[in-house]
């Protein structure tokens, strides 16, 4: 499974974003997918998740309430809606993937088998 993240830029706080997670030569179907981020100098972190059958999301503490993920699994796509974006926001995001996960792994990184490239998203005050 290739993941293509894409949609990050610079914006000042208090903007919205989203972000895209494609896969190309396979579909969605049967994958929870994730965002994390890694800002400079910092560990990657988990931000949120969506299961495979799209009827569970988790979020971080840190953007619960600000973000939203979802997926259109006809589009073979993931999106992070981003609100009222802070500056300690500002990181690399990368998609990832994975078909077999239980709930209470979604939010650690070494549960995922694919990742994207990863898009940077820069806030500023």
């Known amino acids: 499974v290739q993941l293509q993240a894409s949609g990050g830029g610079f914006l000042q706080a208090g903007d919205s974003l989203r972000l895209s997670c494609a896969t190309s030569?396979?579909?969605?179907?049967?994958?929870?997918v994730a965002w994390f981020r890694q800002a400079p100098g910092k560990e990657r972190e988990f931000a949120a998740a969506?299961?495979?059958?799209?009827?569970?999301?988790v979020y971080a503490d840190s953007v619960k309430g600000r973000f939203t993920i979802s997926r259109d699994n006809t589009a073979n796509t993931v999106y992070l809606q981003m609100n009222s974006l802070k500056p300690d926001d500002t990181a690399v995001y990368y998609c990832?993937?994975?078909?077999?996960?239980?709930?209470?792994?979604?939010?650690?990184?070494?549960?995922?088998?694919?990742w994207g490239q990863g898009t940077q998203v820069t806030v500023s005050s």
């Open positions: 990832a993937a994975s078909s077999r996960i239980i709930y209470s792994s979604l939010g650690t990184p070494s549960s995922y088998s694919y």
């Open positions: 969506i299961r495979y059958d799209s009827r569970t999301t």
């Open positions: 030569g396979r579909t969605f179907r049967g994958y929870s």
